[in-house]
């Protein structure tokens, strides 16, 4: 893998974060449904920064760490996010990565607008979604289509923790059928299945 310290502040002395932050994510996190959420979030963002023409690399980042303080703070939303930047603040990561992990919680802010916060909405909430339409079928994450996906978004019993509003934002930067190809595409590129590995 390439290195990607470009993503650190100068004099960092934790230079694995940008070339392996799921190892990061797994100091703070235990929860193995939280770090599939976070890889799956990731894996999404990856796939809609190459859509948008912005960096892979910097997006799957953001998307990886950004539930990274979810067990600390305990799932307060008044300090989720925040921790997570002081963290990685501390730990040396640029603002441009703590900044987006800062702001995520649409609890606390809400004018997202630039295209890396409208993703990491969006993101954040249909990972849940496309997880939970997989596992309906038996873990067969090949199934799942941009019809299913609809589908189920318009049942709001089923995923319910997953914020339909989140997912719509994203038709401010890109089309929603696009978004949601490249959401499946993103998950079934991490997707680990008994049977299927």
């Known amino acids: 893998m390439s290195d990607h310290s470009i993503y650190l502040s100068p004099g960092s002395s934790y230079h694995m974060i940008p070339s392996d932050p799921f190892s990061l994510l797994q100091e703070y996190v235990v929860s193995d449904q939280l770090r599939e959420h976070c890889l799956a979030t990731g894996a999404i963002m990856r796939e809609v920064a190459a859509h948008q023409n912005c960096d892979p690399t910097l997006w799957w980042t953001i998307g990886v760490l950004h539930d990274i303080d979810y067990e600390i703070v305990k799932g307060d939303m008044t300090r989720h996010g925040l921790e997570g930047a002081d963290i990685l603040q501390r730990l040396g990561v640029s603002e441009e990565i703590t900044e987006a992990i800062r702001r995520h919680n649409h609890h606390l802010f809400t004018d997202h607008s630039s ?27 090949e199934e799942v289509t941009v019809r299913t996906v609809k589908k189920k978004m318009k049942n709001k019993g089923f995923a319910a923790g997953c914020d339909r509003e989140r997912i719509r934002i994203i038709g401010d930067m890109m089309d929603q059928d696009l978004f ?6 993103g998950v079934q590129s991490i997707w680990r299945w008994p049977g299927n590995e």
């Open 180 to 185: 949601i190809e490249a959401a499946i595409n």
């Open 115 to 141: 295209p890396l916060d409208l993703a990491l909405q969006a993101a954040d909430s249909i990972s849940g979604l496309i997880i939970a339409c997989a596992l309906v079928k038996g873990g067969a994450i």
